[in-house]
């Protein structure tokens, strides 16, 4: 009995029937994880693209703009307007804009100030539209859900409970004389 086991064993170490498959599965699962990294890096990194975008072309309005100074919701409107590619916009989009003293310098908080529509609504931290020859410092912050979640790159990235990673756009800009 033993030895029909063994040869049986034997038999079965010697013979190569289904090692491409092995091969093949094992090489197919690295190939997947390099082209979902790949997608979900080349797709966030639009993301922020159009974000920045988005962001520079809503500043030059305000910094140009002769009239009021705008509120939260309209530039916040404006940027999910040119934002094309952010899924719910109004939602998970939050701004911060404030006067700073070119001489005494200091910045936005490190911390960026994210929301997204999960969260029971909170005031708007920091949102100062300013006057004639201020200096001004503006952040958006835009909370998304990447593709692939728990697949090498986006597995990587800083989510907060409900599944949302972050990009932070921050711009400066001195406002014109009205």
């Keep these: ?98 006067q700073v003293d070119p001489r005494a310098f200091v910045g936005l908080p490190a911390d960026a100030d994210c929301a997204n529509i999960e969260e029971d609504p909170r005031p708007v931290r920091h949102f100062q539209p300013g006057l004639d020859n201020d200096l001004m410092l503006i952040r958006a912050c835009l909370k998304f859900q990447p593709m692939f979640p728990t697949t090498g790159f986006g597995g990587q990235l800083h989510k907060d409970a409900e599944g949302y990673a972050q990009l932070v756009a921050t711009s400066a800009f001195v406002q014109e004389p009205r």
């Design 1 to 98: 009995m033993i030895r029909a086991v063994l040869s049986r064993l034997r038999r079965f170490r010697s013979d190569e029937a289904g090692s491409a498959t092995v091969e093949f599965a094992i090489y197919a699962t690295l190939l997947f994880v390099v082209l979902a990294v790949g997608v979900e890096f080349a797709y966030m990194n639009l993301r922020h693209a159009m974000l920045e975008r988005a962001l520079d072309l809503v500043v030059r309005d305000i910094r140009l703009g002769t009239g009021n100074a705008p509120s939260y919701e309209t530039v916040r409107g404006k940027i999910c307007k040119e934002t094309a590619i952010a899924e719910d916009c109004d939602g998970n989009l939050r701004l911060e804009m404030m």
